[in-house]
């Protein structure tokens, strides 16, 4: 089990970029998968981007794709994610989850992640 504290969230206005950070403290940070997902209120949780245990893949979520960029450090247990031209219609609460994993697997499925964060806002104004 770890723990993860997210933070980076604010306001900007579309067009504008975040970049949003996420510690992971606990044992073995670098045996976990960890990636970004989002919930906008009256919506399900979904993935954002994701990244393997070494940070040698990543995934992306097809309306993210070009404009968000994933990054880890296991040196110091963080987790980035870069966003740049963002829309209203990314405005949500941002969670970092993780699960561990044997292999460098990554999942964009929110029910495959054992540990989260307790979210930051971000939102962006029409």
């Known amino acids: 089990q770890v723990q993860l504290v997210e933070s980076g969230g604010g306001l900007v206005q579309a067009g504008g970029s975040l970049r949003l950070s996420c510690a992971i403290s606990?044992?073995?940070?670098?045996?976990?998968?960890a990636g970004w997902f989002r919930q906008a209120p009256g919506k399900q949780r979904e993935i954002v981007a994701a990244i393997s245990r070494s940070g040698g893949n990543a995934v992306y979520a097809d309306s993210m794709r070009g404009r968000a960029t994933i990054s880890r450090d296991n040196a110091k247990n963080t987790v980035l994610l870069q966003m740049n031209s963002l829309k209203p219609e990314d405005t949500a609460v941002y969670y970092c989850g993780a699960v561990a994993v044997g292999s460098e697997r990554v999942s964009t499925m929110p029910a495959a992640y054992t540990d989260w964060g307790q979210g930051t806002q971000v939102t962006v104004p029409s």
């Open positions: 606990g044992r073995s940070v670098s045996n976990y998968a």
